[in-house]
């Protein structure tokens, strides 16, 4: 039996409730015959089960020893071979893509109740970049927002698909193809799609019910195509590109978009009037009689054709225009301006 360490007891009877030594009992020591005398078997105690230690000291563990076989952690935190970290995130991804997938079904199956509910369009611009906008303003992380704008690009114009047949007829007088490759990086680029080497073509198309909307290339003062939207029925919905910042590589070429249908408003808008004027009406005059209605104007583009007994014009106005504006009768024309259409400002501003 041990001894107990201390060298002197100082109470004839141990007052520790616990014993910090379990199963070393200590004797009676010799030169405490008192205590001796009173306890047989010269013990203070008997011996009992051994009881954990009670004390305010922290106990201090010792980690287990690490086999000389097991991998240590690596500073991510993660255990085992880069192989089986590899593997384990490729699962992780596996996942995340099938809550991907569950969502965009659920979504189109949204779209399908959309399009039976009867709305007048199944495209719907405004609607697209007020969308985009709001995804934009939220977005961290280091996935980059054009590539963000590209996925939600594609989806909407698979969606757009979705409710019903939807053709592009392009204007497209570029060599390379700009107009086309402009079309598709809106549009989708597996929607059906036809190019054409002249405007008339192309609204031609749109006229006659083969192609849903017409790219056409922005209007200048040579380029007459705009004045066809002098009469009913067609009207400017978007302007492209709507992602303004262009990598390098993209097109450069700048394009409206028009439908059968006016445009729907987002919260950043730009308006088109058409204007039939006294041929010698003059650019500044113009400006000043749209600015006196209240309106505030932008780009204006005026055409006088040889022999024509009136000119026209083409201008844009700050905000989202209806038909039963009440500046229009405000502007000094020979006759009541035309609301063209209009388009959302782009990601980036109007170049």
Do not use: N
Request: aromatic letters at 6%; charged letters at 20%.
């Amino acid at each position: 039996m041990p001894v107990c360490p201390l060298p002197v007891c100082p109470l004839p009877v141990c007052p520790l409730p616990v014993c910090p030594f379990p199963l070393r009992w200590f004797p009676v020591r010799p030169f405490h015959p008192q205590i001796a005398a009173t306890h047989a078997g010269g013990y203070l105690f008997r011996p009992s089960p051994a009881r954990a230690m009670s004390s305010p000291a922290p106990i201090e563990t010792v980690p287990p020893a690490t086999s000389e076989t097991e991998e240590p952690a690596s500073p991510d935190g993660w255990r085992g071979s880069p192989a089986a970290r590899l593997a384990a995130l490729r699962g992780e991804l596996d996942s995340i893509d099938d809550a991907i997938h569950d969502l965009l079904m659920r979504r189109a199956g949204v779209i399908e109740a959309v399009a039976r509910s009867g709305k007048r369009s199944a495209l719907r611009p405004g609607r697209e970049a007020s969308i985009i906008r709001r995804l934009l303003a939220r977005h961290h992380g280091t996935l980059p927002p054009q590539a963000l704008y590209r996925m939600w690009r594609e989806l909407l114009a698979a969606t757009t698909s979705m409710q019903g047949g939807f053709t592009l007829a392009v204007c497209d007088p570029d060599p390379g193809a700009a107009y086309t490759q402009l079309a598709r990086e809106q549009y989708g680029a597996l929607t059906p799609l036809r190019a054409h080497h002249s405007g008339s073509q192309a609204i031609a198309d749109l006229a006659g019910g083969t192609a849903s909307i017409a790219i056409l290339p922005l209007p200048s003062e040579t380029e007459g195509w705009w004045t066809t939207l002098l009469y009913p029925d067609i009207h400017v919905v978007a302007r492209l590109p709507f992602w303004s910042v262009r990598p390098e590589g993209s097109p450069s070429v700048q394009a409206l978009v028009v439908a059968p249908f006016p445009p729907d408003p987002s919260e950043q808008d730009r308006s088109l009037l058409g204007l039939e004027l006294d041929e010698d009406m003059s650019r500044a005059r113009l400006t000043g009689a749209i600015t006196a209605a209240g309106f505030a104007p932008g780009m204006v583009l005026l055409r006088r054709d040889p022999g024509a007994r009136a000119a026209h014009a083409l201008v844009e106005v700050i905000g989202h225009v209806g038909a039963d504006d009440p500046r229009l009768d405000a502007v000094a024309a020979m006759r009541r301006p035309l609301v063209l259409g209009g388009y959302a400002v782009p990601i980036g501003g109007a170049a």
